[in-house]
């Protein structure tokens, strides 16, 4: 486990290294700057957790989603868009978290093209009469979980699978 760490430490420090004191300070100040970006535009759509500006990270609550609309299933709904969902409920402290954390190499627009993806699913998710979110993702290779069969009925080792015909074509 130690030699793993270690390679996570070498990396660190090259990029360290690599930037300098001011390239930090600007890795950093852009981090800030993005996730204001994102606070800013999504926030006629989506909650923000706190008043005022934040640092690296956009935090959301679940607040004004659509009646009958979870955190969770907005972040499905972004594995559909091809996205790896944000960071959902944590922190605990916020009913419904969702954290958003965009690094400092993000250009504009690819910020753009995440908000107004995040904007369109707000949008459907209010005109959604056949509540179709709530099955996201749709076209991934694995559908939602049923976490209240897998938190009741855990699988806490691996088993071969049973080899059929159908699946030894």
Not at 31 to 55: D, H
């Amino acid at each position: 486990a130690f030699h793993g760490q270690m390679g996570m430490f070498v990396r660190a420090l090259t990029y360290m290294l690599s930037h300098g004191a001011d390239g930090l300070k600007q890795a950093s100040e852009d981090a800030v700057l993005n996730a204001n970006y994102i606070q800013a535009r999504l926030k006629s759509v989506m909650t923000p957790a706190f008043e005022g500006y934040c640092m690296h990270e956009a935090l959301f609550s679940d607040k004004g989603l659509a009646e009958g609309f979870t955190t969770l299933d907005i972040a499905k709904a972004l594995i559909d868009e091809g996205y790896h969902p944000m960071t959902i409920y944590f922190p605990l402290i916020v009913h419904g978290a969702m954290l958003i954390e965009p690094t400092e190499t993000e250009s504009r627009q690819t910020l753009d093209q995440f908000i107004a993806v995040l904007r369109a699913i707000a949008d459907r998710a209010r005109s959604d009469k056949s509540k179709e979110l709530h099955l996201a993702p749709l076209h991934a290779p694995r559908r939602r979980l049923d976490e209240t069969r897998a938190a009741r009925q855990p699988i806490l080792r691996w088993r071969e699978p049973a080899i059929t015909s159908a699946t030894a074509e």
